[in-house]
């Protein structure tokens, strides 16, 4: 690791990876979500890092996409809650690999 | 000029911060031991939050991870930021995420096993993703044009950007909230009108 | 013999000459409307066949009254119309007719006594159902043998020989439903192919030889000096010249159609026919057709005659003639059929007519053929009034006593009957039966044919006693009763009657005009005639023969009435030669275990390769093919067929296979679109490194 930046981009990936993963393998369509959280987490990180290492900081892009991220973050987990709330209450369970309707 | 202002709190700061620099400029050790410790939380908070069974379990060690990534945040100097990641995900998300798995009786351990039969086809399509990210990072030569110097970020300037630069965004952001929330409450609604039929 | 100046030949055509065509055409038009006719209009059809004949007949006295006033003012008469028929290349196929003295005279005979029979026949198939159709055929018949008559090219002559030998089929075999008519006519059509066959290779090689096939076509035609003598000089097998050989075959076409030795097997069996079939066809005139051809090309069967001496084919003719006329005569003692009698006394006059024409020239021939004509159409006929009278018998064994019920048929038959034997002076077929044995006296060849025709007379007066002893003598032995015929067949009868006696009075010596008129010479009525050299005693010695013969059968026979069951007195006497006639010396059998035999082993050979190996080869053809098709099928339906759905249904698997892809599960689209992800970020980062 020659510089910090590498570092946190090596955690970040790490974090993205470590959420795919989750999202992948899961059954419960909550972890999936839970799992897509944590890749935008990752992809915050990243911005974050870019933000701190990368020319002019005081004009403060990364900082305010990262903010923004957070904010359609929460947005989206709260409607994809309530979408797995709402199908729990249709087909009674959450099991990701139940819910195959759109067959092809 | 002087030490930057930090949410006015100053004084606890200020040394933990010249610590923090201190061990950051020494030695080969770029990064600092904090780093790796502070990594080491959010890299183990989400693997439990990913491994285990169960979901309540998984919820907490996601909140966990929310905290690590908070810390990484503070550690680059994006105190607002981090900040922003403990009210936002902290305290709503990961809350959002235990009411929903308290509401659709995730505590319950499913009957088959809780990774999908083909689990190992995921790991490997995450692993590629993580040795192609990794070696695009590691074999980027050296860029840092802004080691040292820290960026001085107040709330004000934020502010100011917000509603100057990014008053736009700010407003689609907004708009974007409100229709989620409206939307989150028809979903959820809506499915209890329709079940009644 | 009284010789003339001979006349000079007249060439150029009269008027007569240019119409002469009617004479067979008539006939022939007036056949193809009876054929359209429907059967019951009898009077109409009969009446058609009597008119045109008529119309013909009148045109044949005029043809003949202009040739007989040519000859009376010192002219030959040779009248030549010729016409050029089809053109292949640079030859033409000539045909043509000529009126000569010849022609003229048969011309004559042909119509009347066709005519005549053609009345008789009104009343002889009045009852029969098929009448129209008998005038159609009587009438082309006729319309066909004066075709014969006038053709003056060969090829128009076998024409209408053929046509004649078809329309004497029709009629042999009118009643077809009878196997035993059909079997005689196709029996008489094959055994007269057989003749016509070298009568046709015979016409070939005469017209290769001499490029015409006219016969007088003013100096170049095949009967005139120039081709003769060309004919002459060519020398062909067996020391034979092309003249001699032509002959052989022409005369091998006229045995066919005269019933002459080893060809006469049909003309007995052909009195299956009707009894004025019998009467016309095979008596006066289809039967002396053969002669007419040879007195016809008599030119060439004479052609090289040394002087006192004779050609090859004369010479053949002559025997074959003499043979005939001895071995028809035997068999016709031993027949109990009327008819048969008098068809094998046909063959055997027929026989004494070829030897005529072959030791004494056309004129001897020709007057036996007409004489002939005349008595034995009347005795024919009389046989069918006696058959009519005696309810359609006919063996004669069955009959007896008719002279006092029939006395009209007992006078014209018996009338008949004596000029076919030849009872002197009185009748013309002792005339013409003395000039046929003068010249086989004076033969320079051989005397043996004279004998012949000697013992051949006296054979012939012996059957005709026999026969008309057995019929009109002694008492009746048949059914019923018998009665006169109706005037419609006794008139006919009275009339041949009649010119039975008179002819005898152109051919005599005294004034032999008939021969004069033939030869184109000058004739006189001169009783010096009589004075030729052994001519008295053969007159006398022929009145004894005939006389003898006579006396014979009147003794052997007689008045006595042999019941029907009782063999015959010669039988008795001699059983096994009484056999031997009977059996006509078993030519036919003989046939049939030869040629007939041979034939239907041929056929059944031919049959064979037909059904098996032709068969063969066409079901092996079509097994191949209903093989091949079947492959064919097999091929489509399964590997063209097959190939196109397997096609389909891995395009179908396919499908199936890429649809699992969608399965609906969404995690699976996540996991593809991570895929996605690292293959697109490594192109991306492959293509921008440096």
Redesign the interface.
Known sequence: ???????????A????????????????A??????I??ML?AA??NL??F?????H??M?T???F???S??????????G??????I???AKT????Q?????? | MGHPLYFGYEHPWREFDRFLRESAGKGRLAVGIVFYLISAVAVGGALAAVLLKNLVHCALALTVAFLGLALLFLQLDAQFAGFAQILVYVGAVAILVVFAILLTRGSDLPKEGVFSKSWVVGLAIAAAVFAVLGWVVLQAGPWLPNETAVPAVTVNQIGQALMGRYVLPLEIVAVLLTAALLGAVIVAMHEKEGTKQ | MQEGLAFTPQLGTSGIAQWLWLVPAVPMLASGVIALLKQPMKKLSSGLAIGSLTFSLLVALVAFAHVVSGWSHGYAVREVVDFSWIQVGTAHVELGWVLDPLAAVMLVMVTFVGLLIFIYSTGYMEHDENYTRFFCFLSLFAGAMLGVVIANSILLLFMCWELVGLTSYLLIGFWYQKPSAAAAAKKAFLTTRVGDVFFLLGIVWLFAQTGTLLFYDHGAGSMEALALGGLLVHHSAWGLTAAGAIGLLIFAGAAGKSGQLPLHVWLPDAMEGPTPVSALIHAATMVAAGVYLIARVYPLMAAGMPAGGTTTSLTAVTWVGASTAVFAALIAVAQNDIKRILAYSTVSQLGYMMAGLGVGGVAVGMFHLITHAFFKALLFMGAGSVIHGAHEEQDIRKMGGLKGAMPVTFLTYGIGMLALCGFPLLFSGFWSKDGILEAAQHWSVAKAPFYMLVFGALLTAFYMTRQVSYVFFGTWRGHGHGHESPRVMTMPLAILAFFAIALAAIGTPAWPWFRAFLEGRAARIDFAGFNEPGLMALMLTSSAVVLAGLALGWFIYGAKSPASEEPDALEKAMPPVWAVLRDKFYIDELYGATVIAFYAWWAKVADWIDRDIWGDMVATVTFLFSRWARLNRFLDANIVDGAFDKGCEEIATGGGLLARVQSGRGQTYLRLLAVGVVLLTAILIWSTRP
């Open positions: 690791m020659t510089n910090p930046l590498t570092g946190y981009l090596l955690v990936a790490l974090l993205f990876a470590i959420g795919l993963a989750g999202a992948l393998t899961r059954r419960n909550i972890l999936v979500l839970i799992g959280e944590l987490n915050n990180l974050i890092a933000w701190r290492y990368g020319p900081p005081e403060l990364g900082m305010m990262a903010i923004f957070i904010a359609v973050a929460a947005a989206e987990a709260a409607v809650l309530g979408l797995v709330i709402s729990y209450r249709h959450t099991d990701v690999e819910m195959n309707r759109m067959k092809g």
